[in-house]
């Protein structure tokens, strides 16, 4: 069925669900291990799916912060819900103001290719560390040091984890079955054949809102450890691939042209700001999550509209139900999901050629993992870049 410029139908619901292998865990992963609202984070997700689809009337993916969520993951004691708070408001506000005042264009000049690689790179490494720790806890589930279970003489949590990988790798390219969605409902079965389903609490509606209000200190640690590493990402991948591959999917037109550089600035700006409000999810557009929506199907905002629909049901009717299912999921799964994730990020660095170019990613990919500050990482990055160019250093 056609409404105008949008299409609801099969495929185009299909190519909705395309980029869920990256929102579904680090989403998870934030209401479990930070102690965020599912519903002011799925709330905030849907909303911002669906004005994107009214507004851009393009599949515009909705995903995490890649960088302020692997950090707040790997992270849960230090990055708290008002140390995430404070970030989307921070986040937003900077996006708004250099949307508005072209300062985007400028800076983008800065994020080179091997720059935007290195914290990937970092970022991956991190992300692989701290799956793997998780997959060795001897604890089945999160903040639960009472549930350790042993299988054939070893740690059930190691089990599901090395199970859980293979099913994991088997399944990486399947589009009938995604594979983290495979892999937290096959969690979930663990959770409840452990005897863990007398918990959960089977009550519809939403779950509690916070309005936070971020001391200093939360907004310090936020921009420290947060924004700073997250900028340069964010220019590079969610607005300057994103409005190119717009236009390299669905051609040079009036709707491709409304997905500028500038547009899609404010757009998180706004989304951010609300979300930083409800304590909910910092999010972001992506090259790689509009490709994945469109190879799979989606072709117009109608995936949007759908998607986004599907994330309020969630929100605020199963919102309750979904956070004692969360809580059933063991710390294996969570681990795989960062090991893959941090894997996924870490093998963008393949198309880096130049010697040069690898030897600054990997600079800073080092200095990121060794410090776990990625925006230090960053800036001796940019140093290092300017040195090497200014006095044509061969490396």
Same mark, same amino acid.
């Given at each position: 069925?056609?409404?105008?410029?949008?299409?609801?139908? !099969?495929?185009?619901? =299909?190519?909705?669900?395309?980029?869920?292998?990256?929102?579904?865990?680090?989403?998870?992963?934030?209401?479990?291990?930070?102690?965020?609202? &599912?519903?002011?984070?799925? %709330?905030? *997700?849907?909303?911002?799916?669906?004005?994107?689809?009214?507004?851009?009337?393009?599949?515009?993916?909705?995903?995490? +912060?890649?960088?302020?969520?692997?950090?707040?993951?790997? @992270?849960?004691?230090?990055?708290?819900?008002?140390?995430?708070?404070?970030?989307?408001?921070?986040?937003?506000?900077?996006?708004? /103001?250099?949307?508005?005042?072209?300062?985007?264009?400028?800076?983008?000049?800065?994020? $080179?290719?091997?720059?935007?690689?290195?914290?990937?790179?970092?970022?991956?490494?991190?992300? /692989?560390? !701290?799956?793997?720790?998780?997959?060795?806890?001897?604890?089945?589930?999160?903040?639960?040091?009472?549930?350790? @279970?042993?299988?054939?003489? %070893?740690?059930?949590?190691?089990? &599901?984890?090395?199970?859980?990988?293979?099913?994991?790798?088997?399944?990486?390219?399947?589009?009938?079955?995604?594979?983290?969605?495979?892999? *937290?409902?096959?969690? /979930?079965?663990?959770?409840? =054949?452990?005897?863990?389903?007398?918990?959960?609490?089977?009550?519809?509606?939403? $779950?509690? &809102?916070?309005?936070?209000?971020?001391?200093?200190?939360?907004?310090?640690? #936020?921009?420290?450890?947060?924004?700073?590493?997250? /900028?340069?990402?964010?220019?590079?991948?969610?607005?300057?691939?994103?409005?190119?591959?717009?236009?390299?999917?669905?051609?040079?037109?009036? %709707?491709?042209?409304?997905?500028?550089?500038?547009?899609?600035?404010?757009?998180?700006?706004?989304?951010?700001?609300?979300?930083?409000?409800?304590?909910?999810?910092?999010?972001?557009?992506? #090259?790689?999550?509009? #490709?994945?929506?469109?190879?799979?199907?989606? !072709? $117009?905002?109608?995936?949007?509209?759908?998607?986004?629909? *599907?994330? %309020?049901?969630?929100?605020?009717?199963?919102?309750?139900?979904?956070?004692?299912?969360?809580?059933?999921?063991?710390?294996?799964?969570?681990?795989?999901?960062?090991?893959?994730?941090?894997?996924?990020?870490?093998?963008?660095?393949?198309?880096?050629?130049?010697?040069?170019?690898?030897?600054?990613?990997?600079?800073?990919?080092?200095?990121?993992?060794?410090? $776990?500050?990625?925006?230090?990482?960053? +800036?001796?990055?940019?140093?290092?870049?300017?040195?090497? !160019?200014?006095?044509?250093?061969?490396?």
């Amino acid at each position: 069925m056609q409404i105008g410029p949008y299409i609801f139908d !099969r495929k185009e619901f =299909a190519g909705s669900l395309g980029d869920l292998g990256t929102l579904i865990p680090l989403s998870i992963a934030l209401i479990v291990l930070n102690g965020l609202s &599912v519903t002011s984070v799925f %709330l905030m *997700v849907g909303l911002f799916y669906i004005v994107c689809g009214l507004y851009f009337k393009l599949p515009l993916p909705v995903q995490p +912060l890649k960088v302020v969520s692997a950090i707040a993951i790997a @992270f849960p004691h230090e990055i708290t819900p008002q140390v995430i708070a404070a970030s989307g408001l921070i986040f937003g506000a900077l996006l708004i /103001i250099m949307s508005l005042t072209g300062l985007i264009d400028w800076l983008a000049k800065l994020f $080179t290719k091997p720059v935007v690689r290195g914290i990937q790179l970092g970022l991956g490494f991190i992300l /692989i560390t !701290r799956g793997i720790a998780y997959i060795r806890l001897p604890a089945l589930f999160v903040q639960q040091p009472d549930s350790t @279970f042993n299988l054939i003489g %070893l740690p059930l949590n190691l089990v &599901v984890g090395i199970i859980g990988a293979v099913i994991t790798l088997i399944l990486l390219n399947s589009r009938r079955f995604p594979a983290s969605l495979v892999l *937290v409902a096959g969690g /979930i079965i663990v959770g409840v =054949a452990s005897g863990s389903l007398s918990q959960i609490s089977f009550i519809l509606g939403p $779950t509690a &809102v916070e309005f936070i209000i971020p001391t200093a200190g939360n907004f310090y640690t #936020a921009l420290v450890l947060l924004i700073i590493p997250q /900028i340069p990402l964010t220019i590079g991948n969610a607005i300057i691939s994103t409005s190119d591959i717009c236009r390299s999917l669905f051609g040079d037109n009036s %709707l491709t042209h409304r997905a500028s550089y500038r547009a899609l600035g404010i757009s998180m700006g706004l989304a951010n700001l609300l979300t930083g409000l409800l304590t909910g999810m910092p999010m972001c557009h992506g #090259a790689g999550g509009l #490709a994945a929506h469109h190879r799979f199907g989606a !072709r $117009t905002g109608g995936s949007n509209l759908m998607i986004g629909a *599907v994330f %309020l049901v969630i929100a605020l009717v199963f919102g309750t139900i979904g956070i004692s299912l969360l809580m059933l999921i063991p710390n294996a799964v969570l681990g795989i999901l960062l090991l893959f994730a941090g894997l996924e990020l870490s093998i963008l660095i393949r198309d880096l050629n130049e010697r040069g170019d690898l030897f600054l990613a990997v600079l800073i990919a080092g200095l990121g993992f060794a410090t $776990t500050n990625l925006g230090l990482a960053f +800036l001796i990055g940019i140093i290092v870049n300017f040195l090497i !160019r200014r006095f044509k250093i061969s490396l």
